[in-house]
């Protein structure tokens, strides 16, 4: 039995080098947002610090590890280049969405390489699950030293939105801290509309305790994507915060482009069946989108205004309905 268990141990270093390693969030350097450290990417986003003091968001990013030619499963948490593209990329387009709606806790974790998705069965699930023990780590020390009861939002994509379900389920499905929760923003992955036993999806822009899922295509929907991943699951109009099947350019508050400005009624927004497609954004950079296969990279950044002032809502409401009890 010994034998068997250094056997599967040295099968799983070879994918796993850094499995034996806990991560230490009593560290500063392992968050890539804090209380205590705010990058300067986000500095520009703040204007308001109001709710600061009303409630947390915890934030946790997309894949970024996605080198083909890199054969390992999970990425170090101290990998330079990764934690770049954390700062430069997903935290300024996507987390600077919810950074006035609380204070912000991003944590760096061994995030796993993007072919997980598709090699569950083949070391990909292992690798998904290494890296949420790291973002339940994260929690857990953000919940014991830094939450004392607060309102919680939780914020992700993709992968990010992966690790957040399972933290949903395993701390706040059915249990004390569900009472905390203003909402769960999880786009990016597909979800069915009964994921969870006791949190559900919100159909309306003010509702709170639940979550809310899209997934965004081009109009000429990736068939082989959609029907693989998203097909059937549950989905809100990112617009309008309901089920409406259309929202028109107009209603459009703004997406966030890598020229740092803001772009609104900027396309319409259609939803389908587990997903919702948008007509080519009006903008001055329009002819990247031909080139682009879908808009899953896009998913908060095109509704940039939309997250940030819906989050917003969510949380008065949420402080509002809490006062009244």
């Known amino acids: 039995m010994d034998k068997l268990i250094i056997l599967i141990a040295l099968v799983l270093s070879r994918f796993y080098p850094i499995l034996s390693q806990k991560i230490d969030y009593s560290d500063l350097s392992n968050w890539a947002v804090h209380q205590n450290k705010i990058p300067a990417v986000l500095l520009p986003y703040i204007n308001d610090t109001t709710n600061f003091s009303k409630a947390d968001v915890f934030y946790v990013y997309p894949t970024l590890f996605l080198d083909k030619k890199d054969e390992r499963w999970n990425i170090p948490i101290d990998d330079s280049i990764l934690r770049k593209k954390v700062i430069e990329n997903a935290i300024r387009f996507q ?62 994509h993709s992968q990010g939105s992966t690790h957040l379900t399972l933290l949903l389920k395993d701390y706040f499905d059915g249990k004390a801290l569900q009472k905390q929760l203003v909402a769960a923003y999880l786009p990016g992955i597909g979800l069915k509309t009964n994921e969870f036993e006791k949190i559900p999806l919100l159909t309306a822009p003010g509702q709170t305790g639940g979550f809310v899922s899209w997934n965004t295509f081009k109009r000429k929907v990736n068939k082989e994507k959609f029907e693989m991943w998203y097909k059937g699951k549950a989905v809100v109009n990112p617009v309008t915060w309901n089920l409406d099947k259309i929202a028109e350019r107009k209603k459009h508050k703004g997406f966030l482009f890598s020229n740092n400005k803001m772009y609104s009624k900027s396309f319409s927004t259609h939803v389908i069946d587990g997903a919702i497609w948008i007509t080519t954004p009006h903008f001055p950079y329009r002819s990247m989108a031909w080139t682009m296969d879908d808009y899953h990279i896009g998913d908060v950044n095109l509704f940039w205004a939309d997250v940030k002032f819906n989050s917003k809502l969510r949380l008065t409401e949420f402080l509002n309905n809490f006062s009244s009890k």
């Open 95 to 156: 987390a600077s969405a919810w950074v006035e709606t609380g204070r912000m806790f991003v944590p760096f974790y061994r995030q796993a390489h993007i072919r997980s998705y598709r090699n569950l069965e083949n070391g990909g699930r292992e690798a998904l699950l290494f890296a949420y023990e790291d973002v339940k780590a994260a929690f857990e020390y953000y919940l014991e030293h830094f939450n004392n009861g607060k309102p919680i939002i939780l914020a992700g």
